[in-house]
């Protein structure tokens, strides 16, 4: 495993874990442009922010729902359904979504567990995430990585996978794109040649073995094997993120320190 690339950073302050998937959740939205980025989750719109900020000024901000919001998070409009449904069908809006389950090849699960005609636990419902990754980039957040839910077929699809897509053809293929996940523990993508999920990178203080262990099934890793650790805050970045868009320190609620 490659070393973290510390840069001016070095022995200056310590990142925490909730940092690292802040970063992480922020790279998602890295080169999109002018697009509707909704983030569900509170790491997730934390990075939204710091993207908006630094590296992806262009980026129109919700709360995932229908309100646009300021780079302060505050409520600045309205979004209506019909323009947000606009947005969606033309590939102009990034979502990262939660999971309550995850296969190798993306499928999400977020509508019941067990068996669809007589589930053990009844959960969000499909709601639109068929829609979503049909039709714009939708990546993911798992605050909690196990093997709850990263599992090897999930109970019933709500989220399309690339093996699901492929199987329905053309035209769900068209724009269905699944650019990362991002957990509490790593980066994973799906830059293989069969869209396997794949073991981008680690955060500092994991190992490759922790998140394996945490896996149900195989992950493939990147060429040669070496698995580097998820990029360091700019310190810049780190001041933004203490001192501007989370000055609270919510962010650790979600992720705590380890």
């Known amino acids: 495993m490659t070393s973290p690339e510390t840069g001016a950073e070095a022995g200056a302050t310590t990142v925490s874990r909730a940092e690292y998937c802040v970063i992480a959740c922020a790279d998602a939205w890295r080169d999109d442009g002018e ?14 922010r710091l993207a908006k900020r630094t590296f992806s000024p262009d980026l129109l901000l919700t709360d995932g ?46 509508s019941c567990i067990g ?36 599992v090897e077929k999930v109970d019933m699809i709500s989220g399309v996978g690339y093996d699901s897509a492929a199987a329905a053809g053309p035209s769900a293929t068209r724009y269905h794109r699944l650019p990362r996940v991002v957990t509490n523990l790593a980066v994973l993508d799906f830059e293989t040649p069969d869209h396997a999920m794949r073991l981008a990178s680690v955060h500092p203080g994991v190992t490759v073995e922790e998140v394996r262990e945490a896996t149900g099934f195989r992950l493939a ?8 650790f998820t990029r360091e805050p700019t310190a810049e970045e780190l001041r933004l993120i203490r001192e501007v868009v989370d000055p609270k320190g919510t962010r650790e609620r979600e992720v705590p320190s380890v």
């Open 65 to 110: 729902e229908a309100t646009l919001i300021g780079l302060d998070g505050e409520a600045e409009g309205w979004l209506p359904y019909r323009q947000h449904l606009a947005m969606v069908s033309g590939g102009k809006r990034h979502v990262m979504m939660g999971a309550s389950q995850l296969d190798r090849f993306g499928n999400q699960n977020i």
């Open 35 to 48: 697009v509707l980025a909704s983030p569900m989750g509170l790491i997730p719109s934390v990075g939204a």
């Open 115 to 150: 068996d669809w005609a007589r589930p053990d636990r009844q959960l969000l419902g499909v709601r639109g995430a068929p829609v979503n990754t049909l039709n714009n980039p939708v990546s993911y957040w798992v605050p909690r990585h196990s093997r709850r839910v990263f």
């Open 221 to 228: 890793l990147p060429r040669g094997g070496e698995v580097p």
